[in-house]
């Protein structure tokens, strides 16, 4: 049997175990702060907006767009989006200096931002963080075709890799 005054030790470790894990669930909420610092802290782990190595005005234009999902299937998706020149994708240039595109699942274009990431890699999505959940990446541009991936897993399961060939200027 445990006599009494085990039991209220074994209690006072028990309230004092459930009182640090009060603690540290408050200190990890976010309270507004009565300090006179005006300058806010940066998030970890979220780096500062870089600009990517492609501009905006190098994608404006018309373009014939199709998607894979095999590799190996890439040749023969680029010479489908090149017959899809008859009814180009529009990428419009955006007021912001960004570009005018659809997000995933999105009926409505808006602006999205080219951005640049530390590891080198270049974006096309709304401003946030890089990479953001509707990013997508530029796996490869070379002027003439470009090869997008959404990094959202779900939408880059359904739409593959885009790609998009410039469609000849208007004679």
């Not at 199709?66 to 023969?76: G, K, L, V």
């Not at 959404?150 to 790609?163: E, T």
Request: aromatic share 4%; proline share 8%.
């Amino acid at each position: 049997m445990i006599s009494s005054r085990n039991a209220r030790t074994v209690a006072n470790l028990a309230i004092a175990s459930a009182l640090t894990i009060l603690l540290a669930a408050c200190s990890s909420m976010s309270l507004p702060s009565l300090s006179s610092s005006s300058a806010p802290e940066a998030e970890p782990g979220v780096a500062p907006e870089m600009p990517a190595t492609i501009r905006a005005d190098e994608i404006v234009g018309r373009w014939g767009l199709a998607s894979f999902q095999n590799p190996n299937d890439r040749p023969r998706t680029e010479a489908a989006a090149r017959g899809q020149c008859k009814q180009p994708y529009v990428i419009g240039a955006g007021q912001s200096g960004g570009v005018v595109m659809h997000l995933a699942d999105q009926a409505t274009p808006q602006e999205l931002r080219l951005k640049g990431s530390p590891s080198g890699k270049n974006y096309i999505g709304p401003a946030g963080p890089t990479p953001g959940e509707q990013d997508r990446e530029i796996v490869s541009f070379d002027g003439r075709v470009l090869i997008t991936r959404f990094i959202d897993k779900d939408a880059a399961v359904r739409y593959g890799n885009m790609v998009y060939v410039r469609c000849a200027p208007r004679a």
